[in-house]
């Protein structure tokens, strides 16, 4: 047998194995409901849960926070990010800040943000917007940086346009790592909107997990916790198969 | 240098004096934005209280720190060095990681008590993960031979563990101890500010309540600093140590 | 010099030892040699002929999938420190230890006391002329100081018996040949039984006792010769003709093997 099916079926079997306990030792009352929900009874109140409208409308306002902020932070960051890594002067001066920036726990400014920006929904995009960024824009430097210059050279030879450079050997080129960075980026936009919400908010998933949690309701608990965990597992799966496209393209186009 | 480092100090010396102007003139919110000279009042208002949560924080950080580095070595070192074991680990502990662990923490709230044992608990969580992770990569590397080496002269397996193994990859596993600590630190504050009734966090989250913001301010810089402190020292660490690696022979001599 | 004086009992004696590898593929087809107490015997063989599994077999790292080898007459089962030193390719020093504590590591977890295994080391040191080095650690080292290091730790175990898996493969071809002086002349002050695999035609005949040839898919025996060169030898002995002889009917009984496998299998 392959080392990678052995791998394959090693995974299958501990993800199973996990549920399986987990199931067993909430079902046979080992460890009781106070403390956890059985995993079949926190599948079925997800279903129910997305049934009711409060679910419906904390799911929604977290997402649509997520969305905004990622539409707003990610293509700000990739602009930057291409300015600066084209512009070596500039990235050369902004780097301390960069690298700065980038080793800054933003958790903990959380309660200054909400001094700034109150405990609306807009702090929660403003959060979402600072995790995602800097390892965004890092990530986009990057991606420029591993374009060869030789080749910029070749093209430029050839007679290309800035246009045709762009399109032609930056894009490609780039894809793989940008799409990195918003990949990473997504994933910490979606914990700053979650740790915003459960710090102090009207509405919003991290919300409801926290209210749940404080008045010791498992099941819902266990229930939105499960949303979370799959949902963000899904997405950083999906963008990585997106990933590995742009990989193959970028050794095609390159070959 | 001392050149350079007067600089640095006028600069810093003005930066605070701008500061503290604006603040005093009254462009700014006093709620938003605190003058440093409130931020060193805060320091021993009410009894120099804070250095109590202070002391408490510190206390949960390095024990959930010491039961992280723990765990996260050893379960690194024991699956790394199988290629079946890394090959289903690795990606388990990568998608894993993807998920916003925040949102457990309303269930460790649940297990463990609003006391320290629930931030421990969470800190632990969330800093052995990438301790795992990075040891595993490190001794995945590890030139065979040296498997092969530690057989024939009689190792014992403790002893191929402990005085071959573990320090061959020393250099992987100190880069994830400085993630792994940073994030330990990070969620214990955090996780203080959410829910807790001492702690730093909790000092800094009762203070915005009551728009201390000075107290705020000085809050999140002590917990700045402990994160800094961090990465500072084992980054260091680590310099030096993939240094000594590095070292090219000094006087490659005779045959 | 030695084959008129009674044959002492083999050191190493491998016999019938079969290996077959999971994939299918048969390393070693049912391989069956003595080394005799205090014989230098060689090895040499194109790539995948298996002369390294052969090796990782005695040395009790890899087990055989038939036959069996005995030392002394007592069979192999796992590795065994006391018996047996493994000197590899690539010198494996610990590079957070100098090179007295590499030499001394083996020891040390065999729990021997501090200042014996220091005596020790250092006299093992001093062998392979690194007593100057012993405070320098392994990245202030060349690649061959490295491997002599690598030499004196396994002999510093004070084995009866050293298996080499082409202990200077990684070095370039000049010091490669120093290296080989070197050992020659370690090992006529040691006069260990030693299993040498090497590439090198020269290397093997310069050195050994018996070389021994193998082929491959599977990987077998095709000759074992004696080298009718006297000890001690010098460098000198490479210009001779029994030297130059020895190297020619070796070199084509590898090409022929190489021609035949090249045909059975096209894709080497």
Known sequence: MSLGRQILIGQVLIVALFLASWELATRTGVIGIDTLAPFSTAVERLIELFGTESFRRDFGATASRVAIAFAIGAPAAVICGFILGEWREVERMTRPVVNFALGIPQSIFLPIFILVFGIGALQKIVFGITHLFFVTLVNTIGAVRSIPSEQVTALRSFGASRWQIYLRLYLPGMLPLVLTGLRLGMIFNILGVLLAEMYVAQNGLGKAIFNWGESGDTVPLTAAIIAVSVSTILLNEIMRVFERRAMRYRLEVGS | MTRSFLIKTAATIVFL???????????????????????????YSSGWQFLDAFQLTILCIVFAAALAWLIGIGFGLLVGLSPLGYGIFSPLLTGVFAIPLITLYPLFLVWFGIGPGSKIAFAVLSGSIPIAL????????????????????????????????????????????????????ISVVVCEMLASVNGLGFWISYNRTLFNTGHVYLGITLAMACVMLVNFGLGHIERRYAALGEARPAKAARV | MKSDVVPKPAAVSIRGVDKKFGNGFHALDKISLDI????????????????????????????????????????????????????????????????????????????????????????????????????????????????????????????????????????????????????????????KTVLFITHSLAEAIFLSDVVVVMGRNPGRILERMEVPLPRPRSSDVMGSDVFGQMRNRLWHLLNDEIDRTDQAAPEL
């Open chain 2, 17 to 43: 004096g701008v500061w503290e102007g604006i603040c005093r003139a009254g462009w700014v919110n006093p709620i938003i934005l605190a003058p440093p000279s409130a931020i060193v009042a805060a320091l």
């Open chain 2, 134 to 185: 990075n040891t595993m990569d490190g001794v995945r590397l590890i030139d065979r031979g040296y498997i092969k080496l530690a057989r024939s002269i009689g190792a014992s397996p403790l002893q191929a563990y402990l005085r071959i193994y573990f320090p061959l990859s020393l250099p992987a596993i100190l880069s994830g101890l400085r993630i792994g600590t940073s994030l330990v630190v």
């Open chain 3, 36 to 191: 005799a107490d205090g014989q230098f015997l060689s090895v040499v063989g194109p790539s995948g002929c298996g002369k390294s599994t052969l090796l990782q077999i005695v040395a009790g790292l890899v087990p055989a999938s038939g036959g069996k080898v005995l030392l002394d007459g007592h069979p192999v089962v796992g590795p065994q420190p006391h018996e047996v030193a493994v000197v590899f390719q690539d010198a494996l020093l610990l590079p957070w230890k100098t090179t007295l504590q590499n030499v001394e590591f083996p020891l040390d977890l065999q729990g021997v006391p501090a200042a014996e295994r220091r005596a020790k080391s250092l006299e093992m040191l001093d062998l392979v002329g690194l007593s100057a080095f012993a405070d320098a650690y392994p990245q202030q080292l060349s690649g061959g100081m490295r491997q002599r290091v690598s030499i004196a730790r396994g002999l510093a175990q004070d084995p009866r018996i050293i298996l080499m898996d082409e202990p200077f493969g990684a070095l370039d071809e000049q010091t490669r040949i120093r290296m080989g002086q070197e050992l020659l002349r370690i090992w006529e002050r040691s006069r």
